[in-house]
T-cell receptor, first 112, second 118 residues
Framework: EAQVTQNPRYLITVTGKKLTVTCSQN?????MSWYRQDPGLGLRQIYY???????DKGDVPEGYKVSRKEKRNFPLILESPSPNQTSLYFC???????????FGPGTRLTVL | GENVEQHPSTLSVQEGDSAVIKCTYS??????FPWYKQELGKRPQLIID?????GEKKDQRIAVTLNKTAKHFSLHITETQPEDSAVYFC?????????????????FGTGTRLTIIP
């Protein structure tokens, strides 16, 4: 079964405490993205990766880092989280030869 | 970059009536326009998409129309049912993905919360 998984699903943390949200896929797809979803703002892309070791900024990259050391994993790193990063985060995956993006289940992050 | 505007932000319709959600885009080079449905507490899922070489596409009760000249596209849901209640997102991009063409990311609209009144 094709799957995109994210961990953790829920996280409450404090300002400045580094955290990582993992994203993993078993679809062997090249393209992976991170989005954040905020009320009234829709889905905004944070970072994306076209393949291993190929990453680039999306619309709202400030305060985030990513890495793509393996094809299946695309972790999102918040080095020093701040309250304005409280949001619902989605990882998404698609193949280079197709357009549909498959979303993970989401991670609800609260930064106090 | 691309800018996608979506209207209305909320929409309530009686069960059985039709619902229409409209989006406009700014980049005339965009050629792929998907619609995603997000049920409460769930992930967004693709429900229908259209490419710029087609003016209309239908899938049962759902249809999408595209006007390239005016740079707008719309989602039409007929004979609405309670399970159609959700948030709907339109999006636009230049695809298919290609390393040769760099960033061809999907730009989403801000979403429409559709409520079907029984």
């Amino acid at each position: 079964e094709a799957q995109v998984t994210q961990n953790p699903r829920y996280l409450i943390t404090v300002t400045g405490k580094k955290l990582t949200v993992t994203c993993s896929q078993n679809m062997n797809h090249e393209y992976m993205s991170w989005y954040r979803q905020d009320p009234g703002l829709g889905l905004r892309q944070i970072y994306y990766s076209m393949n291993v070791e190929v990453t680039d900024k999306g619309d709202v990259p400030e305060g985030y880092k990513v890495s793509r050391k393996e094809k299946r994993n695309f972790p999102l790193i918040l080095e020093s989280p701040s309250p304005n990063q409280t949001s619902l985060y989605f990882c998404a995956v698609s193949g280079l030869a197709e357009n549909e993006q498959f979303f993970g289940p989401g991670t609800r992050l609260t930064v106090l | 970059g691309e800018n996608v505007e979506q209207h209305p932000s909320t929409l309530s319709v009686q069960e059985g009536d039709s619902a229409v959600i409209k989006c406009t885009y700014s980049d005339s080079a965009s050629n792929y326009f998907p619609w995603y449905k997000q049920e409460l507490g769930k992930r967004p899922q693709l429900i229908i998409d259209i490419r710029s070489n087609v003016g209309e596409k239908k899938d049962q009760r759902i249809a999408v129309t595209l006007n390239k000249t005016a740079k707008h596209f719309s989602l039409h849901i007929t004979e609405t049912q309670p399970e159609d209640s959700a948030v709907y997102f339109c999006a636009a991009s230049k695809t298919p993905h290609s390393i040769l063409f760099g960033n061809e990311k999907l730009t989403f609209g801000t979403g429409t919360r559709l409520t079907i009144i029984p």
